[in-house]
Every structure is written in C-alpha cells, then in structure tokens.
C-alpha cells in the first residue's frame, strides 16, 4: 500500500463507483417496469458488466478529482461532492462522445482492430450519453463521497 493510498483510492474508484452506477441502472430499470423476480442475479449481472464498461471514465473521474483536490485542496464535503459529481458527468459526457464519434468513423483495414478494441472502453459511456445520462448522477455523488473518504483516510496530516 502506498503512504497516499493511491491502490485504496483507485480500487474504490472502480468498485464502489461501478456499484452504484449498476444500482443506479438496476433502479432505473425496475422504475421502467422491468421484472423484479430475480433481482439478486439481475443487480449482479448489471454490476459485472458495468465493471468493465465503466472503467475508462471512473479512473479518469478519480484521477481528475485527485488531481483537482491537490491544486485547490478543498477540505468540505459538499465542496468536494460538487467537485466529484461534476467531474464525472463532465469525463462520463466526453468518453460518450469520444465513442459516437469512434463509431461513426469509416473503417480501414489498419484500424479495424484499434477500433474495436476502443469500442469495447467506449461503449458503456455512449449508451450512458445516448440514452439517459442524469440516471448516472446519483452514483456520481455516491461515489466523490466514498473517493472524499479515502482521500481524508490517507491524507498528510499537518
């Protein structure tokens, strides 16, 4: 482990952040009507898939935010909070992008590959752009409040 919890902050970043973005999702879909009878396993699929397919803009998220919290070192959760929710909205908006653009790009034999291999990063956040980017809000707040926790945990004490 690191003296600055570097592994403990990123490890959150990616579990906690995929659980309540899969919580948020799994919400939105019995909220739409979708079946509940065997909600242990459907939360859990959803939370397997939203691992990978949320990967790129939760690390990216984190790693701004603590980039961000060292420059202007805010000290107040509801700071910190509107911080971290921006910030991920704004990455989780801008990787969107990025795979609409990626996608709608022609295709030629040398980056056929490259492409697919970016898709696979990029989907998740462009059916999150497409489709229904506020449902991702309240796992953004979730997850700067359990980010400003881990950072306050390894934080330098004066």
């Given at each position: 482990m690191t003296r600055r919890g570097s592994i403990a902050y990123?490890?959150?970043?990616?579990?906690c952040g995929?659980?309540?973005?899969a919580a948020s999702y799994y919400g939105y879909f019995l909220w739409a009507g979708a079946s509940?009878?065997?909600?242990?396993?459907?939360?859990?699929?959803?939370?397997?898939?939203?691992?990978?397919?949320?990967?790129?803009?939760?690390l990216l998220s984190a790693w701004l935010l603590r980039w961000l919290a060292l420059r202007l070192a805010p000290r107040s959760l509801?700071?910190?909070?509107?911080c971290g929710t921006i910030i991920w909205l704004a990455v989780l908006w801008s990787v969107g992008q990025l795979g609409i653009v990626?996608?709608?790009s022609r295709e030629s034999q040398q980056w056929a590959s490259f492409k697919t291999a970016a898709m696979f990063l990029l989907v998740g956040p462009m059916y999150a752009v497409q489709q229904t980017l506020w449902?991702?809000?309240p796992a953004a707040v979730a997850t700067a409040w359990v980010l400003f926790t881990v950072n306050r945990a390894f934080e330098e004490q004066a």
């Open positions: 990123y490890s959150a970043a990616i579990v995929s659980s309540f973005l509940s009878q065997q909600w242990g396993r459907d939360f859990l699929f959803i939370y397997v898939i939203t691992i990978p397919l949320a990967l790129l803009p939760q509801p700071v910190w909070l509107a990626v996608q709608a449902i991702a809000l």
